[in-house]
């Protein structure tokens, strides 16, 4: 199993990126797709996350109305869109994945480093 995320970079204060997870060695179908960001100095956060069958989502409360998380279970791939940018949004941002009712997160990418300017 592997998670590839990707389109990390750089972006001014009040710019967009959209940020992709691939996986790969299972069905992503079968998987509650969350993501997660460490901040430098910071321990690791939940950022949101998806449910398996897409029915819904959770964000945590400083990206609520900025940030979008979606599915592709067609390409194997979930996906954060973030939108208005801050400064304190740059992390290293991680997907993970876990069963449709387990506990703890299975499966985690190896990040993809957000900096925001301002």
């Known amino acids: 199993v592997q998670l590839q995320a990707s389109g990390g970079g750089l972006v001014q204060a009040g710019g967009s990126l959209r940020l992709s997870c691939a996986a790969s060695?299972?069905?992503?179908?079968?998987?509650?797709v969350g993501w997660f960001r460490r901040a430098p100095g910071k321990e690791r956060e939940f950022v949101g996350r998806?449910?398996?069958?897409?029915?819904?989502?959770d964000y945590t409360e400083s990206v609520k109305g900025r940030f979008t998380i979606s599915r592709d279970d067609a390409k194997n791939t979930g996906y954060l869109q973030m939108d208005s940018l801050k400064p304190e949004d740059t992390a290293v941002y991680y997907c993970a994945l876990k069963r449709a009712f387990a506990g703890t997160y299975n499966f985690w990418g190896q990040g993809t480093l957000v900096t925001v300017s301002s």
């Open positions: 060695g299972l069905a992503l179908r079968n998987y509650v």
């Open positions: 998806i449910k398996w069958d897409a029915s819904s989502t």
